[in-house]
């Protein structure tokens, strides 16, 4: 199971920090992915962290701002967001997957995120 949290109201140029727990002991055997989805809008893709947390790859629209890391020995996994914009408001998710494979197989049931302007 995955548990997000950290959502809440910010002003735009701020900062937010999301956090994901999960729950069993194989934690560190998946690839973590944040995803959001806007009012209106599909979901998309945020970020993407694998397993050891050397690699990172971020969605063109977050890039520079949005920086994921993960904690394998807390079965965390983090989203800092950095000067958050407007258009960065929707509710996020995070989610799991298999190195193998590009389909996500866990997700967190979200958290709302909103950036005032």
């Known amino acids: 199971q995955l548990q997000a949290s950290g959502g809440g109201l910010v002003q735009a140029g701020g900062s937010l920090r999301l956090s994901c727990a999960a729950s069993?002991?194989?934690?560190?055997?998946?690839?973590m992915g944040w995803f959001r989805q806007a009012p209106g809008k599909e979901r998309e893709f945020v970020a993407v962290?694998?397993?050891?947390?050397?690699?990172?790859y971020y969605a063109d629209s977050v890039k520079g701002r949005f920086f994921t890391s993960r904690d394998n020995a807390k079965n965390t996994v983090y989203l800092q967001m950095n000067s958050p914009k407007p258009e960065d408001t929707a509710v996020y998710y995070c989610?799991?997957?298999?190195?193998?494979?590009?389909?996500?197989?866990?997700w967190g049931q979200g958290t709302q995120v909103t950036v005032s302007s």
């Open positions: 962290i694998m397993r050891s947390g050397g690699t990172t």
């Open positions: 989610a799991a997957r298999e190195e193998a494979t590009t389909r996500y197989v866990y």
């Open positions: 069993g002991r194989t934690f560190s055997s998946y690839v």
